[in-house]
């Protein structure tokens, strides 16, 4: 993913708009059903303009269990008034959201997030992700880090350099902080984020055993990783299906 791939994109019409917002808000709701939310915080986000700098994001202190299509925020990334609306994202998602829409156009969908395993990896002194098994090779060699932790993400100068950390991948552990995953659509950003949490529980339970890794060769790391590619269409049809879930038990999200 790079800067240059976002002359691809474009302007969503209308009704692409409101079936982003509809997945936008699936993914919130999913996001408690996998124990991934935390309290009313944590942001994602998806860019609605060609250049990536207008962009949907959650309400402040909305919890994501409540999160509705009709409730997620249009916001402009070059908009210096933002942080002065009444209803103002926290600074925090302001500070990264902001930044990686307006310095990296082709991650058209942010999912910033503490999960469990991936942000415990993001607190060892060697958060990288050993390429153990299928998924925790998924992201050999495809994997941005940020290690500068300072605190609550709510300077201009920390979303700037994530931005810049982000860099032409895909996911980025956050160092003692958490990951962010990114996507052209909810459906394979979400994916991506599914997949990231469950490499890192692999790691984290093999890690606690004690016992040495058993670690792959770059060789077969590689063509592990190579080897999903075929696989990206699995992205909507995991999506599609957790949707008609949510459909079955409370169908408000889409709203």
């Known amino acids: 993913m790079t800067e240059a791939k976002a002359s691809t994109h474009r302007d969503l019409a209308d009704d692409e708009v409101r079936q982003l ?33 207008r962009f949907l994001m959650n309400p ?23 942080m002065n609306r009444p209803d103002a994202p926290d600074p925090s998602a302001w500070t990264i959201h902001g930044a990686i ?21 993001s607190t ?30 709510d300077e201009e100068e920390e979303g700037e350099r994530l ?3 982000l860099g ?10 958490g990951v962010t995953a990114t996507g ?17 529980k692999t790691l984290i339970l093999a890690y606690s055993t004690g016992k040495p890794l058993n670690v792959l060769s770059d060789e077969v790391a590689e063509k592990t990783a190579e080897g999903w590619a075929p696989y990206k ?11 008609t879930q949510l459909d079955k038990t409370d169908p408000s999200y889409r709203e």
């Open 21 to 53: 917002r509809i997945d936008l808000a699936a993914a919130f709701r999913l996001a408690v059903e996998f124990d991934w939310h935390e309290s009313v915080g944590n942001h994602f986000s998806a860019a609605v303009s060609a250049d990536g700098k």
């Open 60 to 82: 402040r202190w909305r919890h994501f269990g409540s999160i509705r299509a009709s409730d997620l925020m249009l916001l402009d990334a070059d908009d210096p008034d933002v």
């Open 101 to 121: 829409h307006r310095r990296r156009p082709a991650a058209r969908v942010l999912l910033h997030c503490h999960p469990p395993y991936a942000t415990a990896l």
């Open 124 to 153: 060892l002194k060697d958060p990288s992700m050993k390429p153990i098994d299928n998924n925790t090779a998924r992201y050999f060699g495809r994997l941005a880090f940020d290690l500068e932790y300072g605190g609550i993400a």
């Open 163 to 165: 931005a810049k950390a």
């Open 168 to 177: 032409n991948h895909q996911t980025l552990l956050m160092g003692n902080h």
């Open 184 to 200: 052209d659509t909810v459906a394979e950003a979400f994916e991506d984020l599914y997949f990231f949490e469950r490499a890192a």
């Open 233 to 243: 269409g699995a992205a909507f049809a995991h999506f599609d299906y957790l949707k």
